[in-house]
């Protein structure tokens, strides 16, 4: 393996500097101080030494200090380059304490002499011209130096942009939400007022109600939602636009808001800028996504109250985020071993293998990988448990990863993985105290509001319907207000004799419950009240709760509500 030279360092390490560097000229200093520092940047100035380091040149050969201040003179207009001068000032007294002279000493140069100065162009440049005197740079090349620093600020600032682009996205969806709730409030309102039979127009409560039929209830093609199709399954309706606008965007500014220069002194040929470019786009893109595919995954979030939507919707919000992360990160990983490889082989792709920040990034591509393999709906629903340990663990050791690989950046980019990890822990911590089995029906129950509970419960095994039925609902069954239907779906616990043990004021029945007539018995019984219905079960007992309601919502005057509760992650 061999060590890059000098050039070749610049290919992995310049994001280090390259987003710095935007953001100290966005400050709105002129790019002209930094097209002279390009462009002098591979010229040896042999005053000091043949063998001189780059900071000893920028701060003791006066050959390199005049010649820039030739350029910041000649290219620059009256006063500019006066940030960057001080800045490089403090850096020669701080590290070499040598002082820069003052700018005035180049004020003898008249502009025959300026003419008579040796001028350096691209070639000499890229070739890494030794020069023992006071040079001017050529116009093309302070030019091709100046269209690099504008290319890179544009798009470093781009990346930047869009990857906070994520987190807007998602605030307008959360923003959108609750924006929604607030219309079923005030179509609620309206329909609590004003009687239909009055004939005045209630707006707020039919667009509420278009919305959940045609929108948010309906599954994305009709029926299946909650039943997997292979190995997946497909979102409700509006969780799949909202996603399909989320890839959409992430597809657009992953391919728009670059810009490309024919002499590129950092990145070279179009082939490279394009790789380099793109690889970093989508890297940082990818990382910015982090936040939210932790907070979605916690079942304690505070946008679950803001909009009201069940753990079940910000789950599949969280699957499709990071799928699209991995995406990314695959795509970043993939775009600088092409880089490094084009550059120098398999030998100098290698190398970069000793490299902190570098294997942890690839490592973390890797985790996130295997994460995703190990998220399909088979293991989910038949090997729960080693799901989550491995979810957990494989997620700890990506967080950690990311740290390292963006060590480089001195910080600038850490939060993106302490907010994931400080999510996570605030959530463990939120789950200690939810511990009490069915404290919402007994809320319920107690509340003034509550009219009616209709409970219709499913059980394979009769002794497991005792059990729940004797220490779990209690006193509840045989409440006025509570009426429990319970299926036993096993046949041989069909005989009178084995249902002794539940409660007379329960409703027996054998075989499955026929949901769509539960849901309509319901419908009709609420008239023009409020009621939810809430599915927590199989996955076809769900779609056919979730259609029914869909369906009951083109001929009642009630408000009707759904709400899912999935038995599976």
């Known amino acids: 393996m061999r060590r890059p030279p000098f050039s070749s360092l610049l290919l992995p390490l310049f994001a280090a500097t390259s987003c710095l560097l935007p953001a100290a000229q966005a ?18 100035f042999d005053d000091v030494g043949k063998d001189a380091s780059k900071l000893a040149q920028r701060c003791e050969s006066r050959d390199r200090i005049l010649s820039l201040y030739l350029c910041l003179k000649v290219y620059g207009a009256e006063g500019v380059g006066i940030p960057g001068l001080s800045h490089e000032n403090e850096t020669c007294q701080a590290w070499r304490d040598t002082p820069l002279p003052p700018f005035d000493i180049v004020d003898a140069y008249s502009n025959d002499d300026i003419a008579q100065l040796r001028h350096i162009g691209l070639d000499e440049q890229q070739n890494g011209a030794h020069v023992d005197e006071v040079i001017m740079l050529s116009e093309t090349l302070y030019r091709a130096a100046f269209d690099t620093l504008d290319a890179v600020e544009y798009v470093y600032y781009n990346h930047y942009i869009y990857g906070m682009a994520m987190i807007i996205f998602w605030i307008v969806v959360v923003a959108m939400g609750v924006l929604s709730r607030l219309i079923a409030a005030i179509g609620d309102a309206q329909r609590s007022m004003v009687k239909p039979s009055t004939g005045i127009s209630r707006p707020f409560h039919a667009f509420s109600v278009w919305l959940k039929r045609h929108v948010t209830i309906p599954a994305t093609f009709g029926y299946r939602c909650a039943q997997n199709l292979g190995w997946c399954t497909i979102p409700p309706r509006i969780q799949s636009l909202t996603l399909l606008a989320f890839i959409a965007m992430n597809v657009f500014l992953s391919l728009y808001g670059y810009r490309f220069t024919e002499n590129n002194l950092y990145f070279g040929s179009f082939e490279r800028q394009i790789w380099r470019y793109g690889s970093d786009r989508t890297g940082i893109i990818s990382f910015f996504n982090f936040p939210v595919i932790w907070l979605f995954g916690m079942r304690n979030n505070v946008v679950i109250w803001l909009t009201a939507w069940d753990f079940g919707s910000y789950n599949n919000f969280h699957r499709w985020v990071a799928r699209v992360a991995t995406l990314q990160a695959v795509l970043h990983s993939v775009g600088y071993a092409i880089l490094i490889i084009k550059e120098g082989g398999v030998d100098y792709f290698a190398w970069w293998w000793t490299q902190l920040f570098f294997w942890t990034g690839e490592i973390a591509t890797v985790l996130m990988c295997l994460i995703l393999g190990f998220s399909v709906y088979w293991l989910r629903r038949k090997h729960y448990e080693t799901f989550l340990i491995l979810h957990i663990v494989l997620s700890i050791f990506v967080l950690l990863t990311m740290l390292g690989h963006v060590s480089i950046f001195k910080g600038q980019y850490d939060m993106l993985a302490w907010i994931p990890a400080m999510i996570w822990v605030l959530d463990r911590v939120i789950r200690i105290g939810i511990v009490v089995p069915l404290a919402y029906l007994h809320a319920l129950v ?34 006025d207000k509570v009426s429990v239907t319970i299926c036993i779906t096993h046949r041989e616990d069909f005989a009178d004799d084995a249902l002794s043990a539940l409660p007379e004021a329960a409703l027996v029945r054998y075989g499955r419950p026929d949901v769509p007539r539960e849901v309509e018995d319901a419908v009709r019984a609420a008239r023009a009240g409020s009621l ?37 992650w």
């Open 446 to 479: 107690a509340s003034p509001r509550t009219k009616s509970i209709r409970i219709v419960w499913a059980s394979r095994e009769r002794g497991f319907a005792e059990d729940v039925a004797k220490h779990d609902l209690g006193p509840l069954v045989g409440c």
């Open 532 to 568: 939810a219905v809430v599915a927590c079960g199989p996955a076809r007992m769900a779609d056919d709760a979730r259609r029914a309601v869909v369906d009951s919502l083109s001929h009642t005057e009630a408000k009707v509500d759904y709400f899912e509760e999935s038995f599976t």
């Open 27 to 44: 400050l709105g200093e002129d790019l002209t101080f930094g097209s002279c520092e390009l462009a002098l940047a591979h010229v040896h």
